[in-house]
């Protein structure tokens, strides 16, 4: 006997991908070192400097994530996250 879902399938598609990491990260506290160097207009040496600063201080931590490529590939890339500490 066949057992029902309630869920589109399109739903079921997106689950899939995003279970199998094929979507990009779209998280807005995730950075790479080089994304973050122009989103505050500094050079990659001074980010990667500040980035491992924060990361010792505990407002930032190391994560994987997914990027696409110009041929629409996925690809991993190392990145960071803001730490948000709750009042």
């Given at each position: 006997m066949a057992r029902e879902l309630d869920v589109t399938q399109e739903e079921m598609r997106q689950a899939l991908r995003e279970a199998l990491h094929l979507v990009e990260d779209t998280d807005p506290n995730t950075f790479t070192?080089?994304?973050?160097?122009?989103?505050?207009?500094?050079?990659?040496?001074?980010?990667?400097?500040?980035?491992?600063?924060?990361?010792?201080?505990?407002?930032?931590?190391?994560?994987?994530l997914r990027r696409r490529r110009s041929d629409g590939r996925l690809f991993t890339v190392p990145g960071v996250r803001l730490?948000?500490?709750?009042d």
């Open positions: 070192v080089v994304e973050l160097a122009k989103l505050l207009d500094i050079s990659e040496w001074t980010a990667r400097k500040h980035v491992r600063d924060a990361i010792e201080a505990g407002t930032m931590e190391r994560v994987p730490v948000m500490k709750d």
